[in-house]
């Protein structure tokens, strides 16, 4: 069975191209792996980078959701294939046909970029509180904001669509 799940951070934003057979995005996930040293007792660390593309429906969702520094679970099917280089050197490229996409948590810079954007927000519905334009009883609603802003900038959350699948190709 060819079945390969990763969580990991990107590590930069996909990389979108429209094809004859449609839409593709590609990006890079960082995995770690985190061990003990048998022998001087230190914690030691390992990153491993992996080329991950999706098709139609899933690269519209990476394309519109999916940041640098966002973790994010993939799913699917691992494929390869061969070339030869310039110098004559045969390569073999690794990449990851993600079929099931999840994303886990905004980076914290999107996070303080969403937290920014909600308070402007905020500031302008209270100047129009100030000079008379909005009712006070929308008080409930400046509170609620507030919440909002003080969950996202505690518990990063991505922005919904959460899951999708992508339809099969060979």
């Known amino acids: 069975m060819n079945r390969t799940q990763l969580i990991g951070r990107l590590g930069r934003a996909p990389d979108i191209n429209e ?24 914690m030691r660390s390992h990153t491993e980078w992996h080329t991950c593309v999706c098709f139609d429906r899933l690269a519209l969702v990476a394309r519109d959701y999916l940041h640098k520094g966002d973790e994010v679970y993939v799913e699917g099917r691992v494929r390869s294939s061969r070339w030869v280089d310039k110098d004559g050197v045969q390569r073999v490229d ?49 509170a609620g904001m ?21 339809r099969e190709t060979p």
Not at 151 to 159: F, K, S, V, W
Request: proline letters at 4%; charged letters at 30%; zero cysteines.
């Open 19 to 42: 094809t004859a057979r449609g839409l593709v995005a590609t990006f890079s996930v960082a995995t770690n792996e985190y061990w003990k040293d048998q022998e001087s007792g230190e």
């Open 94 to 142: 690794r990449e990851l046909r993600v079929e099931e996409m999840q994303m886990l948590r905004r980076s914290r810079v999107d996070a303080v970029s969403s937290a920014i954007s909600m308070l402007e927000s905020i500031e302008m519905l209270a100047r129009r509180m100030e000079n008379g334009e909005v009712d006070v009883a929308e008080l409930g609603t400046v």
């Open 146 to 166: 507030l919440a909002t802003v003080r969950e996202t900038l505690t518990n990063p959350a991505p922005p919904k669509p959460s899951t999708s699948r992508r």
